[in-house]
């Protein structure tokens, strides 16, 4: 199944996010959205980023090793990799989003067997393909929470800075 969800506002800090309805983690395609956001906001404000992405992995909080691959993949230069998980965001427009701010989703088709979790691929105006978040169902709250995502990942560069454009 697709899914497009579109964010009201473009949140830059945790209480922004959390002030949003898709918040409320109990529809997992909004919380793949969510993690598109958050990581848009490592760009502006690094720690607001990670305690976006901290809230969204509820439990789980990131790693020491995910912190750093953060700062190597968000912090060179590179923001645009975010930004390309939004509609309206390709190469040819340096990755600036259209708006509202949307997020294409949908069921993927490598689906986990475990109850509980479920993976969306998350479409990029960068990438031949789609690229993957996996969520895990918290079942006393209800709420769906961010297990993984392989979303800053390379992509095509902004033609701005492709030498050969």
Same mark, same amino acid.
């Given at each position: 199944m697709d899914y497009?969800? #579109?964010l009201s506002s473009f949140p830059t800090t945790l209480a922004e996010l959390q002030a949003l +309805?898709?918040?409320a983690l109990t529809q997992p395609e909004a919380v793949a959205a969510l993690t598109v956001a958050a990581l848009n906001a490592y760009e502006k404000?690094?720690?607001e980023s990670i305690n976006m992405l901290n809230f969204l992995r509820g439990p789980r909080p990131l790693s020491q090793l995910e912190l750093q691959f953060l700062r190597e993949r968000l912090g060179g230069g590179k923001a645009y990799i975010a930004r390309s998980y939004m509609e309206g965001a390709t190469p040819e427009n340096n990755y600036e989003p259209a708006q +509202?701010? #949307?997020v294409h989703t949908q069921d993927s088709h490598a689906q986990i067997a475990d109850q509980?979790?479920?993976k969306f691929d998350v479409f990029s105006g960068g990438a031949d393909s789609p690229r993957p978040v996996t969520l895990r169902l918290k079942p006393s #709250?209800?709420?769906w929470f961010l297990w993984d995502q392989i979303l800053i990942v390379d992509i095509r560069i902004p033609v701005s800075q492709d030498p050969w454009a």
């Open positions: 497009h969800v #579109t +309805p898709e918040a404000n690094a720690q +509202p701010f #949307t509980g979790y479920k #709250t209800g709420q």
